[in-house]
């Protein structure tokens, strides 16, 4: 079992910026692959950035050029910089990691872009 927890979520205006954390009770190395989701209201959640165990990353074409996804096995630790935000970029935001067939979420953290 990994526990996932969020934090860094918050209120931001346009063109601003953010780092969302992600800390594990245990080992991310274990994990094959970790990423980022977001889920707007009414909206379906979606898959916002991906980094695999030896740091190979994926995102999604809205975000490219703005966020930045990093993990750090020491610190057991992802991050999520998202700078440039704009107010469609406004969702609570999930931490996942996936372990084999295993799925782990944290419980997610509130972004919101408003002037």
């Known amino acids: 079992q990994v526990l996932l927890v969020e934090s860094g979520g918050g209120l931001v205006q346009p063109g601003g910026s953010l780092r969302l954390s992600c800390a594990a009770s245990?080992?991310?190395?274990?994990?094959?692959?970790m990423g980022w989701y977001r889920q707007a209201p009414g909206k379906q959640r979606e898959l916002v950035a991906r980094i695999s165990r030896g740091g190979a990353t994926t995102y999604i074409d809205s975000v490219k050029g703005r966020f930045t996804i990093s993990r750090d096995n020491v610190k057991n630790t992802m991050y999520l910089q998202m700078n440039s935000l704009k107010p469609e970029d406004t969702a609570a935001y999930y931490c996942n990691g996936d372990r084999g067939p295993n799925r782990y979420w944290g419980q997610g953290t509130q972004v919101t872009v408003s002037s």
């Open positions: 245990g080992s991310i190395y274990s994990l094959d692959v």
